[in-house]
């Protein structure tokens, strides 16, 4: 079948919207979820099993196809593997072993530990999905779906360590109130040392990103290149919102949440 679409679409316009449409979307019903009580978000994430299930099959479907179609699939069945993750973790499900605020006493590598132990089951599961998608996916060359999940994943830790170091701008009041004792492990502060480390290699791998899809734009290969350059850029924008005017950083950050 013919492509009609242009190539420039195929590259700038499309997957970005895709990754946007779909970044805000599950972002914002996790935080709806969550809103009030843990209960909604558990009752959902046992309803959405099928769903996680369906997911995997999907990766597992498209393993070796490079077709377009096939790696949007892959790239909408990570993200929906991510989304059930946190959905997970937001509702109190895989959370850790302490959920209590950080004692005051704590410092440095204590602190570390104890803020550890507030994500350490996520942590466990995160590591078990990611081992089981490469064995389902052993004998494919289609891995968008993993790699969706490990950016997601290591752009989101690395938000994490900025705000655990300090930044000038946190929004505690978006946690649901079951999690917001993770606030007490937040320092506001000027600048910390990891912020311009993470964030430059966080932004410069979008622009390879960027430019690997414009390299190979008139391929499959492109799509799948501009639909990760999608989803970094917007861990790179996540990161510098960090260091934005209040204001400004609270609007953007009700369409991502970080741990």
Known sequence: ??????????????????????????TLLVALLNRRSPWPGRVA??????LLGLAHHELWAVRSDSSMLAVYRAFLA????????????????????????CPSHARGFSRFGYAL???????????????????????GHNMI??????LSWAMQHSAKLNV????????????????RYLGSYWRRRSANFFF?????????????LWTSANAHRLETIGVSFALLAALVSLGALEHWLLVAPSR??????????VE
């Open 145 to 150: 779906g993993p790699l969706v999940f490990i």
């Open 78 to 101: 990570g993200t929906l593997i991510w989304a059930w993750h946190e959905l997970a973790f937001y509702s109190n499900i895989l959370t850790g072993p302490w959920q209590r605020p």
């Open 45 to 50: 994430l046992v309803l959405a099993l099928p």
């Open 1 to 26: 079948m013919p492509n009609l679409l242009p190539d420039w679409a195929q590259i700038y316009i499309f997957p970005p919207l895709t990754a946007v449409a779909l970044w805000a979307g599950l």
């Open 117 to 139: 132990g507030t994500h350490l089951y996520h942590e466990i599961a995160v590591f078990v999905e990611v081992v089981f998608m490469f064995w389902l996916l052993r004998d």
């Open 248 to 257: 400004a950083a609270q609007g953007a950050t009700m369409g991502r949440i």
């Open 196 to 208: 311009i480390p993470s964030t430059s290699i966080i932004t410069m791998l979008a622009i390879m």
């Open 164 to 179: 655990l170091f300090g930044v000038p701008t946190l929004n505690i009041e978006l946690f649901p109130p079951h999690l």
